[in-house]
């Protein structure tokens, strides 16, 4: 019973395959015809474009330095925590480093930061890993809801497909930044005693609660709009017709189907969480000393670069590579899955 | 037309009134005392009271919210005094009547906006249109790729550089400030012209990729094709056919970006220390100040929702198969 269906989908992919999709390719061997994947296929295509293998291994080397941070800190032998700069004499003059260019030597790669007297190399690599945490985190759970309403809306329709078009309506029309600026502190404040301490844990789990909550509606719309016109295919027919339940039709027919989107989308939503995080953070409503953090360095950047500039360059530098690579990424991720559209 | 503004503002007046109950429900939900806030130190529990009374805090949160919607569109009576429609009520942190500093912050926040937006909306689309006229060309390559880069720069990355170099280093403008029009354009003009350059370099950047896309996209596309085929210069269907259709998404996003912005631009304004809405919103947030926040969080609500009907009210202008009804 499933192999009309599963040839069906691999015949109907609207991810754009075209005859390049269907076309059965040699193989090296015995002159033999093999089928291939439209995953495979669009492995293929990527492995061809040159600037997303790159800028694929980039982003991958982020987030193995996040991964890897307690390794890294290991090796070049600092933590982020320890006040360098207070305990050894004759590091900092003034607050400020006493070497130029903020510090930067053989034994600090990225110098020290100004006043407290911090290994910025070490904050730096500690900073992306929390952020980077935090951003994928917030990714799943927000592709995660987009795919169950946005399919959900998509294929049930009617009632279903009003409420949920409803809602997104709603939030969109939220303030995202005031938002967030706005509910980070009142949430913490439902969950913690103002006399308490806030545990680290429970802030990153604020921060992923308030930025989830804006942040899955655009992905979910996408969804809900491909569903609508996957729905009234052939093969999705033909599985009703061979007795398949709604579940089993959006689990095995669907969502192979709208998992070029979701990929795509996916690339772009993790650059914006990151940024969204920093901004947070530069605004002072994001993770508290002394957890490293990303955007907070920019944010004591702010208070530093009329006398040492160079503090501000190492997250800023990083932060603009990530976003670019990480777009560039997601370009060609979209081209490998959809060759026809132009670029 | 008119059936379609009767029928999108009933649905804007909707959505505000969820917003606003959201918001004023979870600000209450927090087991934070605002009246702590107002009384200050040497702080008694009659002080608390009083306050509590004066605000209306000792009613059931039900019936706060209530008067604090109803004083929006009537007015309502304090024992401070009465306070004329629209009344956001008073701020918990210094008194000051909340629709009145709104009024008073909003023109830092429309300067820095419009002046920025009309910066990117023309140079961000126009070097799109420019690269995607020399599509694959050098000159096309350069903008791209600069594009690519700069849409990736962060306000807060950016800003205190330009700040480092211009004003402490080189000193060619002052320190940022906000100056009203009227009183001096001129100090106006200069107070506001790095914020502007900073914001809309990367705004330019966004516009110009989503330009370059999206008429890269509307070349492609069967009339634009059939123009050609019947001998049209490049020139004219480049600028009468392909152009007018590459416009929609453009709108769409202007319309969006405008809207958050007039509610202001939060981040460029906290770099820059600019008097605006979003340096309002960042302190009343730090100060728990629930009319402040809900008097901006309301009012940059209705920027959102006024653009996105104009946005969709200007598709019928663009795309004539637009209906609105």
């Not at chain 2, 009344?87 to 009145?100: I, L, T």
Request: aromatic fraction near 12%.
């Amino acid at each position: 019973m499933t192999s009309p269906s599963q040839t069906a989908v691999t015949q109907t992919d609207p991810s754009g395959l075209g005859p390049e999709g269907l076309r059965k390719v040699k193989d090296r061997k015995g002159g033999e015809l093999v089928g291939r994947s439209p995953g495979q296929l669009m492995w293929i295509r990527f492995k061809r474009d040159r600037t997303g293998v790159i800028s694929g291994c980039v982003v991958l080397a982020f987030f193995l330095i996040g991964l890897l941070a307690p390794l890294i800190s290991k090796l070049y032998g600092k933590d982020p925590y320890t006040r360098y700069g207070q305990i050894t004499p004759g590091l900092l003059v003034n607050g400020y480093p006493a070497q130029p260019n903020g510090g930067i030597s053989a034994e600090f790669w990225f110098g020290i930061e100004p006043t407290l007297g911090r290994d910025v190399f070490m904050q730096l690599v500690y900073g992306i890993r929390t952020t980077l945490y935090l951003s994928v985190a917030i990714t799943l759970v927000s592709v995660l809801t987009a795919i169950v309403l946005g399919v959900a809306a998509g294929y049930f329709g009617g009632r279903v497909d009003y409420f949920i078009g409803r809602v997104i309506d709603l939030l969109m029309a939220f303030p995202n930044q005031l938002f967030f600026v706005a509910f980070v502190p009142v949430v913490g404040a439902i969950f913690v005693a103002p006399e308490d301490a806030m545990a680290t844990w429970m802030r990153c789990l604020i921060l992923i609660l308030v930025l989830w909550f804006l942040g899955w509606m655009s992905l979910a719309r996408l969804l809900r709009g491909t569903t609508l016109s996957l729905r009234e295919r052939e093969f999705i027919d033909a599985a009703k017709v061979s007795g398949a339940s709604p579940a089993r039709i959006i689990r095995r027919e669907l969502l192979p189907n709208v998992m070029t989107p979701i990929l795509v989308q996916t690339t772009y939503m993790l650059p914006s969480f990151v940024t969204s995080i920093a901004g947070l953070s530069f605004l002072g409503v994001g993770l508290v000393e002394p957890t490293p953090d990303w955007g907070r360095m920019f944010a004591n950047a702010a208070d530093y670069y009329r006398n040492d500039i160079t503090y501000l360059f190492f997250p800023g530098i990083a932060m603009v590579l990530f976003i670019v690579v990480f777009n560039l990424l997601g370009d060609s991720v979209r081209d490998a899955f959809d060759p026809k559209r132009a670029r | 037309m008119l059936r379609f503004l009767f029928r999108r503002s009933l649905g804007a007046i909707v959505i505000l009134l969820i917003i606003s109950a959201f918001t004023f429900f979870l600000f209450f939900a927090a087991p934070r005392d605002p009246a702590l806030l107002a009384c200050g130190k040497n702080c008694t529990p009659d002080a608390i009271a009083v306050i509590h009374k004066n605000l209306g805090l000792d009613k059931p949160v039900p019936v706060q919210y209530w008067l604090f919607m109803s004083g929006i569109v009537t007015g309502r009576d304090f024992a401070v005094g009465h306070c004329p429609a629209p009344c956001f009520g008073y701020s918990f942190a210094n008194n000051d009547p909340v629709w009145d500093t709104i009024l008073d912050r909003f023109p830092t926040t429309v300067s820095l906006t419009i002046g920025a937006a009309a910066v990117f909306l023309t140079a961000g689309v126009g070097t799109g249109m420019i690269a995607a006229w020399k599509q694959g060309r050098l000159i096309d390559k350069i903008f791209s790729s600069s594009s690519l880069v700069l849409s990736s720069m962060q306000i807060y990355f950016v800003g205190p550089i330009v700040l480092a170099l211009l004003v402490y280093n080189l000193g060619w403008f002052g320190q940022p400030k906000y100056v009203p029009i009227t009183d001096d354009p001129v100090g106006w003009f200069l107070g506001l012209i790095i914020p502007w350059f900073v914001l809309s370099l990367i705004f330019t950047a966004q516009y110009t990729r989503m330009a370059r896309s999206s008429m890269i996209e509307q070349l492609q596309e069967d009339h634009v094709r059939t123009a050609r085929a019947k001998g049209m210069t490049s020139r004219t269907v480049f600028f009468r056919y392909a152009w007018r259709g590459s416009l929609i998404p453009i709108v769409t996003i202007f319309g969006i970006d405008l809207g958050s912005l007039f509610g202001g631009a939060m981040i460029t304004e906290y770099t820059f220390a600019l008097p605006g809405l979003g340096t309002l919103a960042v302190k009343s947030v730090q100060n728990t100040d629930l009319p402040m926040v809900m008097g901006v969080m309301l009012f940059a609500a209705t920027f959102i929702i006024l653009l996105n009907i104009v946005v969709d009210a200007c598709y019928a202008f663009i795309d004539p198969r637009v209906r609105l009804s």
